[in-house]
């Protein structure tokens, strides 16, 4: 029987280089990796050898015949990308065998045409900047620090994953490898502007890697936004984390019902928190003054509002599953769903997404804590008490127009809960010494280079969401890395890079 991929990918791609029948897609190579929801095991053509499974740093692809029950529909997933019958868009990658390569193909790090060594300082530890030191380090003239100004390396793959997805959360090895590179050095608790300032990074090395992601939230315009009650789901991800950043927040839990504006991954992963017995978040990475807190939470639904419908949902075909099979209660009008039914959906991965959603809606209840998928809802307003603090949220409800736009149908309510967490995605902030563009917050580049007035600025580079913007997943970060790393390698060879100006030594001791 097959082997299955059952989660998010991780972007490694070392599965897809490990298979000797090129069954896994899609790879590195074609259109769809850097924004795939996940790998997919094409059924037709596994040979069940179980070198993925071998080659997988987080442990996401099963033997078919291994599958447990909360698994189990990731067979049906993985197989419909690969159907045979399906058409357009549906037909995600070629099923004719001969237009297959027989593996997939390995790109071996060149060798560099010129011999000279190579220092580069990468700006931050999070999974772009630990990917683009991977990249680099595979050349042995290439040495790379890493300046992180937390005391933990990472990122988000330590503060912003749940801290039940264990097997996601297991990509820091991965990183762990990286950093201990011979060739690899890693400043912890180094803020850039206070410990040492970007310029004199820049005179340490020939090239430098800015990778300080988009570290702040988009801000919900809508009245009483920063009212008491009402926090930022990145902030309440850092609580229950231990960011340092976050882990004094004030999280009032003594509430029947909270709301979260916004249905992505990080949505229902608070949702998920929230509603989850706390003796089965015991054994997980969860702060223990977060555990606290929810034990003593009175919290019994938690209400996760969609602007668009269910077509458009930002959360990833395996996160629902995950929250779907994995025991949280989810409960889903039928009516929301309806806009769905008039829709010719191609989309394998949206299809299966909607025909879960429609196996929920047709499910009754659970008794305890319940999730509820609120689809074309709009928050207008937050409704606040006589003290000023959140006890509502206005919500103005949405339909699809001819047009096949969202449009309000005229038609407001108001969902009671004195607990309101925002979670309508991340954006980037102003470097001091760098442009920037605060239209779309992030760095201007040309394929990773800082662009200064549509000028390169030698030898100063950018990745991860500072660069493209916060979208995709941790595996998005190896291809959007791996083409800044091909630029300034690419600059390197064609000595284009400024040299070193400053001692080696000089910048160590001053950061102790």
Same mark, same amino acid.
């Given at each position: 029987?097959?082997?299955?991929?059952?989660?998010?990918?991780?972007?490694? @791609?070392?599965?897809?280089?490990?298979?000797?029948?090129?069954?896994?897609?899609?790879?590195?190579?074609?259109?769809?990796?850097?924004?795939?929801?996940?790998?997919?095991?094409?059924?037709?053509?596994?040979?069940?050898?179980?070198?993925?499974?071998?080659?997988?740093?987080?442990?996401?692809?099963?033997?078919?015949?291994?599958?447990?029950?909360?698994?189990?529909?990731?067979?049906?997933?993985?197989?419909?990308?690969?159907?045979?019958?399906?058409?357009?868009?549906?037909?995600?990658?070629?099923?004719?065998? @001969?237009?297959?390569?027989?593996?997939?193909?390995?790109?071996?790090?060149?060798?560099?045409?010129?011999?000279?060594?190579?220092?580069?300082?990468?700006?931050?530890?999070?999974?772009?900047?630990?990917?683009?030191?991977?990249?680099?380090?595979?050349?042995?003239?290439?040495?790379?620090?890493?300046?992180?100004?937390?005391?933990?390396?990472?990122?988000?793959?330590?503060?912003?994953?749940?801290?039940?997805?264990?097997? +996601?959360?297991?990509?820091?090895?991965?990183?762990?490898?990286?950093?201990?590179?011979?060739?690899?050095?890693?400043?912890?608790?180094? &803020?850039?502007?206070?410990?040492?300032?970007?310029?004199?990074?820049?005179?340490?090395?020939?090239?430098?890697?800015?990778?300080?992601?988009?570290?702040?939230?988009?801000?919900?315009?809508?009245?009483?936004?920063?009212?008491?009650?009402?926090?930022?789901?990145?902030?309440?991800?850092?609580?229950?984390?231990?960011?340092?950043?976050?882990?004094?927040?004030?999280?009032?839990?003594?509430?029947?019902?909270?709301?979260?504006?916004?249905?992505?991954?990080?949505?229902?992963?608070?949702?998920?928190?929230?509603?989850?017995?706390?003796? !089965?978040?015991?054994?997980?990475?969860?702060?223990?003054?977060?555990?606290?807190?929810?034990?003593?939470?009175?919290?019994?639904?938690?209400?996760?509002?969609? &602007?668009?419908?269910?077509?458009?949902?930002?959360?990833?075909?395996?996160?629902?599953?995950?929250?779907?099979?994995?025991?949280?209660?989810?409960?889903?009008?039928?009516?929301?769903?309806?806009?769905?039914?008039?829709?010719?959906?191609?989309?394998?991965?949206?299809?299966?997404?909607?025909?879960?959603?429609?196996?929920?809606?047709?499910?009754?209840? !659970?008794?305890?804590?319940?999730?509820?998928?609120?689809?074309?809802?709009?928050?207008?307003?937050?409704?606040?008490?006589?003290?000023? &603090?959140?006890?509502?949220?206005?919500?103005?409800?949405?339909?699809?127009?001819?047009?096949?736009?969202?449009?309000?149908?005229?038609?407001?309510?108001?969902?009671?809960?004195?607990?309101?967490?925002?979670?309508?995605?991340?954006?980037?902030?102003?470097?001091?010494?760098?442009?920037?563009?605060?239209?779309?917050?992030?760095?201007?580049?040309?394929?990773?280079?800082?662009?200064?007035?549509?000028?390169?600025?030698?030898?100063?580079?950018?990745?991860?969401?500072?660069?493209?913007?916060?979208?995709?997943?941790?595996? +998005?970060?190896?291809?959007?890395?791996?083409?800044?790393?091909?630029?300034?390698?690419?600059?390197?060879?064609?000595?284009?890079?400024?040299?070193?100006?400053?001692?080696?030594?000089?910048?160590?001791?001053?950061?102790?």
């Amino acid at each position: 029987m097959p082997h299955v991929v059952t989660q998010a990918c991780c972007g490694d @791609a070392s599965c897809v280089y490990a298979c000797p029948v090129n069954c896994i897609h899609p790879t590195p190579e074609e259109p769809g990796f850097g924004t795939s929801e996940m790998l997919y095991i094409d059924p037709s053509t596994c040979v069940d050898c179980g070198a993925c499974v071998s080659a997988c740093p987080v442990g996401a692809i099963v033997p078919g015949h291994r599958l447990d029950e909360q698994q189990a529909r990731f067979a049906d997933i993985n197989a419909a990308h690969f159907d045979v019958t399906a058409t357009g868009a549906a037909a995600r990658f070629p099923v004719d065998p @001969a237009h297959r390569l027989p593996l997939a193909p390995i790109d071996n790090p060149r060798r560099l045409a010129v011999n000279e060594t190579l220092s580069v300082g990468i700006i931050g530890s999070g999974p772009s900047a630990m990917y683009a030191a991977d990249d680099l380090l595979r050349h042995p003239q290439v040495t790379v620090t890493i300046y992180e100004r937390l005391r933990r390396p990472f990122g988000l793959a330590r503060y912003g994953v749940a801290p039940d997805h264990l097997a +996601t959360r297991s990509v820091m090895r991965l990183f762990d490898d990286i950093a201990g590179h011979p060739r690899c050095d890693i400043r912890l608790g180094v &803020r850039i502007g206070r410990d040492v300032t970007l310029d004199e990074v820049r005179a340490r090395h020939q090239a430098v890697i800015w990778a300080g992601g988009a570290p702040t939230d988009r801000r919900l315009d809508v009245d009483n936004a920063t009212a008491p009650g009402v926090l930022s789901a990145t902030a309440f991800v850092g609580w229950y984390n231990d960011h340092p950043d976050h882990d004094r927040l004030s999280v009032d839990l003594g509430t029947e019902r909270a709301v979260v504006i916004g249905n992505g991954n990080v949505a229902l992963d608070v949702a998920r928190i929230l509603t989850t017995d706390p003796d !089965a978040l015991a054994t997980t990475t969860i702060s223990r003054h977060a555990l606290a807190e929810l034990r003593r939470s009175r919290i019994g639904e938690v209400v996760v509002l969609g &602007r668009r419908g269910p077509v458009h949902a930002a959360f990833t075909l395996p996160e629902l599953v995950g929250l779907v099979d994995h025991g949280s209660n989810v409960v889903v009008d039928p009516a929301d769903l309806e806009s769905a039914a008039e829709m010719v959906i191609d989309d394998p991965t949206t299809r299966a997404k909607l025909d879960l959603l429609g196996e929920v809606a047709a499910r009754t209840p !659970a008794d305890g804590p319940r999730i509820r998928l609120a689809f074309h809802r709009s928050p207008a307003a937050i409704r606040v008490d006589e003290s000023g &603090r959140a006890d509502g949220v206005v919500v103005d409800r949405t339909r699809v127009g001819e047009s096949g736009a969202m449009e309000p149908t005229g038609i407001t309510e108001t969902i009671d809960a004195s607990l309101v967490l925002t979670s309508i995605g991340y954006r980037g902030v102003a470097v001091p010494g760098l442009p920037f563009d605060d239209t779309r917050g992030v760095i201007p580049h040309d394929a990773g280079r800082v662009l200064d007035d549509e000028t390169a600025i030698p030898g100063l580079y950018v990745t991860g969401w500072i660069k493209r913007g916060p979208s995709g997943f941790i595996g +998005t970060n190896k291809t959007d890395s791996a083409e800044t790393v091909a630029s300034l390698l690419t600059d390197f060879e064609g000595g284009l890079l400024p040299a070193q100006r400053a001692r080696r030594r000089r910048v160590l001791d001053r950061l102790g």
